[in-house]
């Protein structure tokens, strides 16, 4: 059974940056595809964005596109979000995601596998 450990998140100063990470246990990294997703309360929990492992080929949202990025260590199982300039709209709750195919979708019902969920907190 796949299981997905999170990383702590934190609070960040607007404008800084933070690394999250995911690590993936019982399973094979490399046919999944990597996902970030990030909930804020009363609201749905919205795609950040993905990387397939396979291709190579990463997704991102608008609202996160060129500030987030997916590196990942294949050597540990692990995939990451990187976030820099941080802004305060980016407060939520972090969670990795992962699905046995290569193929990105935006979709969380298409997600297979889900970390806890990390607190991000961006102070002005």
């Known amino acids: 059974q796949v299981q997905l450990e999170e990383s702590r998140g934190g609070l960040v100063q607007a404008g800084g940056s933070l690394r999250l990470s995911c690590e993936v246990s019982?399973?094979?990294?490399?046919?999944?595809?990597a996902a970030w997703f990030r909930q804020v309360p009363g609201k749905e929990r919205e795609f950040v964005g993905a990387?397939?492992?396979?291709?190579?080929?990463?997704s991102y949202s608008d609202s996160v596109k060129g500030r987030f990025t997916i590196p990942t260590d294949n050597a540990k199982n692990t995939f990451f979000l990187q976030i820099n300039s941080l802004k305060p709209e980016d407060t939520a709750v972090y969670y990795c995601?992962?699905?046995?195919?290569?193929?990105?979708?935006?979709?969380?019902?298409?997600?297979?596998?889900w970390g806890q969920g990390t607190q991000v907190t961006v102070s002005s």
């Open positions: 019982g399973g094979s990294f490399s046919i999944l595809t």
């Open positions: 995601a992962a699905r046995r195919s290569f193929i990105i979708t935006f979709e969380k019902a298409d997600y297979d596998y």
């Open positions: 990387r397939s492992q396979f291709t190579g080929m990463t």
